[in-house]
């Protein structure tokens, strides 16, 4: 399972994100986990589709603007590509191969 700890230096480290942008990424994905506390879930997979609009309804709930909400809820999203990445044993998994098609030689 991944934790933000993990988060925050994947986005350190592999993503090169500056220290500012790191920050902001955190401080927008902290709400959520204080959610997940208050409702007493345990694990990120109780996040279906009615818990998020829940989680966004209650930040709208305790003072936060349409468009805190929706980076919030952007944050929220990274953060879940990564988990998904990483798959069940916190290791990442190869997913998404496409073909490579070269570009055609002029």
């Given at each position: 399972?991944?934790?933000v700890?993990?988060?925050d230096?994947?986005?350190r480290?592999e993503?090169?994100?500056a220290p500012l942008?790191v920050?902001?990424?955190l401080?927008?994905?902290a709400?959520f986990?204080?959610?997940l506390?208050e409702r007493?879930?345990?694990?990120?997979?109780?996040?279906?589709?009615?818990?998020?609009?829940?989680?966004?309804a209650?930040?709208i709930e305790?003072g936060?603007v349409?468009?805190?909400?929706?980076?919030?809820l952007s944050?929220l999203?990274?953060?879940y590509?990564?988990?998904r990445?990483?798959?069940?044993?916190?290791?990442?998994?190869?997913t998404g191969?496409r073909?490579v098609v070269?570009?055609?030689?002029?």
């Open positions: 399972r991944a934790t700890h993990e988060y230096a994947h986005l480290v993503r090169q994100f942008t920050r902001n990424y401080t927008d994905i709400p986990f204080e959610f506390k007493k879930a345990t694990d990120l997979s109780r996040a279906d589709r009615h818990f998020l609009r829940a989680y966004l209650w930040l305790i936060y349409r468009a805190s909400v929706a980076r919030k944050a999203r990274a953060f590509r990564y988990v990445h990483l798959g069940p044993a916190g290791k990442p998994v190869a191969y073909n070269p570009d055609p030689v002029r």
